[in-house]
């Protein structure tokens, strides 16, 4: 159901499975590259944290898209989600 919600945000997440072992800020660098390049990735993430219905422990470890963080908790999945796709966050974000 995320995938098709948010099909670019899911191709996003793909990359930062464990196993690529990316660090933070590398990953912040390839959501950046990707925004150029799809402009609407924006909007997917700022609706994936908008909406309830989103997961993020479960996104986050997704047996589709690999394991990128194993949380303990939905609030500690929604932080890492958060510090991942950061900067976007500061900029979509309404807490």
């Given at each position: 159901?995320?995938?098709?919600?948010?099909?670019?945000?899911?191709?996003?997440?793909?990359?930062?499975t464990?196993e690529?072992?990316?660090?933070l800020?590398?990953?912040?660098?390839?959501?950046?590259?990707?925004?150029?390049v799809?402009?609407?990735?924006?909007?997917?993430?700022?609706?994936?944290?908008?909406?309830?219905?989103?997961?993020?422990?479960?996104?986050?470890?997704?047996?589709?898209?690999?394991?990128?963080?194993?949380?303990?908790?939905?609030?500690?999945?929604?932080?890492f989600?958060?510090?991942?796709?950061?900067p976007l966050?500061?900029r979509?974000?309404?807490?």
């Amino acid at each position: 159901m995320f995938r098709k919600k948010c099909p670019q945000l899911h191709y996003c997440l793909s990359i930062f499975t464990i196993e690529n072992q990316l660090d933070l800020a590398q990953i912040r660098a390839i959501v950046e590259q990707a925004l150029v390049v799809h402009p609407t990735l924006a909007d997917e993430i700022a609706a994936a944290f908008v909406d309830e219905s989103v997961c993020w422990k479960q996104v986050l470890d997704d047996p589709e898209l690999g394991e990128i963080y194993p949380a303990e908790s939905e609030e500690a999945a929604r932080e890492f989600a958060q510090q991942m796709l950061d900067p976007l966050t500061d900029r979509l974000l309404v807490n």
